[in-house]
């Protein structure tokens, strides 16, 4: 019963968001749709030169023989920095809040910070075709509660490659990290992330979008390895008043997952955007205040 109503719930905020959208881009002034164009590609590409904030909220559903729902709200902010004339650095700060089910007892459980995973890429500011990046992954043990983390202290290589032929966004990003310190009594930790993403752009601001996370735990036991989901949701660029963001919607089953995890799961995010405006752009701007100012009554 619980968790049929968290569904309706979940739904409902997703149809209000889609059909919400419309109403807010009928507000939008004439040459929109070019920058639109713009973010999109910019907020798919993980190494784009874009200051972003997306909320993640992740819902699995049927966890453990009580069929429990587990729910991972992730903060992940994306802020790259200039370095050189030649390289840029983008930083990627995963921050989980967890509700973790008991899935023993039935109205149980445990809410609280997970483990933060924190990525650097190195990036050419000026890339080819050809987009990518390469740099360290981390797993800082700062959970709250032990069932929350793995208690760890992990680091490994990290890695994204990304084309983006007209209307597509295609790539994948991995990192593999194994632990360096941390409590003794912790399982080690040697585990693979693995997340490939193509997306397809409409007009107005929608795409299609298809990125399944696949993780592999090393340490895990035959047949308890992989999480192999497939699926994939809709999404929208638009403005909340002058704020742009992105909003998307997926849905993913798991072909293969270990034994009492879940089987499918629901991810709803928003991403605030923050672009750079270009030497153009910011030009545009400044002609336009001063035609305004020229036309004020003395």
């Known amino acids: ?94 921050v989980p809040l967890i509700n973790q089910p008991d899935v023993t007892r039935p109205n149980l459980g445990v809410t609280g910070l997970g483990d933060i995973n924190p990525t650097f890429f190195l990036s050419p500011a000026k890339p080819g075709r050809l987009i990518w990046g390469i740099g360290p992954a981390f797993l800082l043990p700062t959970a709250t509660n032990s069932i929350l983390g793995q208690g760890k202290w992990s680091a490994g290589p990290s890695v994204v490659a990304v084309v983006q032929p007209r209307h597509w966004t295609i790539g994948a990003v991995a990192n593999n990290v194994w632990n360096f310190a941390g409590h003794s009594d912790k399982p080690a930790v040697n585990q693979m992330l693995l997340q490939y993403f193509v997306n397809y752009n409409l007009q107005k601001g929608w795409y299609i979008s298809l990125a399944p996370i696949i993780t592999a735990n090393w340490q895990a036991s035959r047949g308890n390895v992989w999480t192999v989901p497939f699926g994939g949701g809709i999404g929208r660029i638009m403005k909340l008043g002058l704020q742009p963001v992105s909003l998307s919607a997926q849905f993913y089953g798991n072909a293969t997952h270990p034994a009492g995890t879940s089987p499918w799961s629901m991810r709803m995010q928003i991403a605030f955007l923050f672009p750079k405006l270009s030497k153009e752009q910011k030009t545009k701007m400044l002609e336009k205040e001063l035609k305004q100012l020229n036309q004020e009554p003395r």
């Open 1 to 94: 019963m619980l968790r049929s109503v968290r569904q309706r719930r979940f739904l409902i905020q997703l149809v209000a968001v889609l059909a919400l959208s419309p109403a807010v881009w009928a507000q939008e002034k004439p040459g929109v749709e070019v920058q639109t164009e713009d973010l999109q590609k910019a907020t798919q590409n993980p190494v784009a030169s874009l200051i972003s904030v997306p909320l993640q909220n992740n819902t699995n559903f049927g966890v453990g023989p009580l069929d429990r729902t587990q729910n991972v709200l992730n903060i992940q902010p994306v802020i790259p920095v200039r370095v050189s004339e030649k390289w840029n650095l983008i930083s990627r700060v995963i």
